[in-house]
């Protein structure tokens, strides 16, 4: 009978049994699979000075994780975790299946940071549109002065 290891499963390819000797610190080598699950993540969120407004559930997310893994845990856009950062180190074991996490609204300062490159996408195509918008005017205005020469 092999020996079996909480959170991992023993596969059949380890030796039938084993044999010992007299010596006082010996190595068995076992070969596990670690189980996979489902994860399901609850953001709820809270009030700034750290009080719950009504639990109010904010997002739900899930992925498949191994006993084991360490998983990085990301916040919904616009939110943090109510010590302030957007990421979160996870460690799955056995019994992990729902985790809640509490966040807040990222101040106002903070959410433009986070959609800076959105806003910066945003403007440089309407720099484009002006400018096409633009030359073809002049485009146009030229066409006319050579048409009437």
Do not use: C
């Amino acid at each position: 009978m092999n020996a079996s290891i909480v959170g991992y499963d023993t596969l059949k390819n380890n030796p039938k049994s084993y044999i010992f000797t007299k010596k006082y610190n010996q190595t068995i080598n076992l070969k596990v699979k670690p189980h996979t699950k489902y994860v399901t993540l609850y953001f709820n969120q809270v009030d700034y000075d750290g009080k719950h407004k009504k639990l109010t559930l904010y997002a739900t997310m899930y992925f498949l994780a191994m006993t084991g893994q360490t998983a990085t845990i990301q916040t919904p856009a616009g939110f943090t975790f109510k010590d302030g950062s957007t990421v979160r180190k996870l460690d799955i074991k056995e019994d992990t299946g729902e985790v809640l996490h509490e966040v807040k609204k990222a101040p106002v300062k903070q959410q433009i940071k986070i959609y800076r490159g959105y806003y910066l996408l945003g403007i440089i195509m309407v720099v484009f549109v002006v400018l096409d918008v633009l030359l073809a005017w002049i485009g146009s205005f030229f066409e006319k002065r050579k048409q009437e020469e």
